[in-house]
């Protein structure tokens, strides 16, 4: 499907992508940087609510409200940090009650390095000076990045080809019935929950 950039909405852009690469691709493909943005943040905030192997119980966003995505400000958990163009997008609160930082980041060119000092500074600062309120902080990226440019260890990168290989069709399919809000069939959601789990796991332990 050829989208407009005058008139695709993100609700066109998930109904259509038939595959994550597919998502991608469109989205590389728009001239609207505000829509791009946004549902790259909107696939990120169903992505760890629905991959089981982060554990996350309830996904944030920080700063203005955003259609579609809780934000933290409803959450009632006081952190005492200024989130403000600092640089953290997400909040992911695990089952076992700790607290994830994320940061996302979409490039038209994926092939293209994110440097670590030139994009991503800010959040590494603000993750060191908070760390204790942090199981771990995540870069969420469809890009290359050069992870050993980080000098926490905490950080781990989310993206590139481990991201294309953790979002298989399945995994797609469960995300945009996750963002449209129209779950999957019970017994088929907790089938390929399963089979996704045991890879996805797999493909995180070796990154």
Same mark, same amino acid.
């Given at each position: 499907m050829i989208f407009n950039p005058l008139n695709t909405t993100i609700d066109d852009i998930f109904q259509n992508s038939t595959s994550y690469n597919h998502f991608v691709d469109v989205l590389s493909n728009l001239s609207h940087t505000q829509i791009k943005g946004d549902a790259w943040e909107l696939f990120s905030y169903h992505y760890f609510q629905s991959d089981p192997k982060f554990n996350?119980?309830?996904?944030?966003?920080?700063?203005?409200?955003? /259609?579609?995505?809780?934000? #933290?400000?409803?959450?009632?958990? +006081?952190?005492?940090? *200024?989130?403000? !163009?600092?640089?953290?997008?997400?909040?992911?609160?695990?089952?076992?009650g700790t607290i994830i930082a994320?940061?996302?980041?979409?490039?038209?060119?994926?092939?293209?390095?994110?440097?670590?000092?030139?994009?991503?500074?800010?959040?590494?600062?603000?993750?060191?000076?908070?760390?204790?309120?942090? /199981?771990?902080?995540?870069? #969420?990226?469809?890009?290359?990045? +050069?992870?050993?440019? *980080?000098?926490? !260890?905490?950080?781990?990168?989310?993206?590139?080809?481990?991201?294309?290989?953790?979002?298989?069709?399945?995994m797609w399919e469960i995300i945009k019935a996750s963002y449209f809000n129209k779950p999957l069939r019970s017994e088929e959601h907790t089938s390929e929950l399963q089979s996704h789990s045991f890879i996805s796991y797999a493909v995180f332990c070796l990154k």
């Open positions: 996350i119980k309830t996904v944030y966003s920080i700063g203005e409200d955003k /259609e579609g995505m809780n934000n #933290f400000s409803s959450a009632g958990i +006081d952190l005492n940090i *200024s989130f403000c !163009d600092e640089g953290i997008d997400k909040i992911a609160i695990t089952n076992h994320i940061q996302d980041k979409f490039r038209r060119n994926n092939s293209k390095q994110i440097g670590w000092k030139e994009h991503l500074a800010t959040f590494e600062a603000l993750f060191g000076r908070c760390i204790d309120k942090f /199981e771990y902080g995540i870069l #969420f990226t469809n890009s290359v990045v +050069d992870t050993k440019l *980080s000098q926490n !260890d905490r950080i781990v990168t989310v993206g590139g080809a481990s991201l294309t290989q953790s979002v298989d069709q399945n």
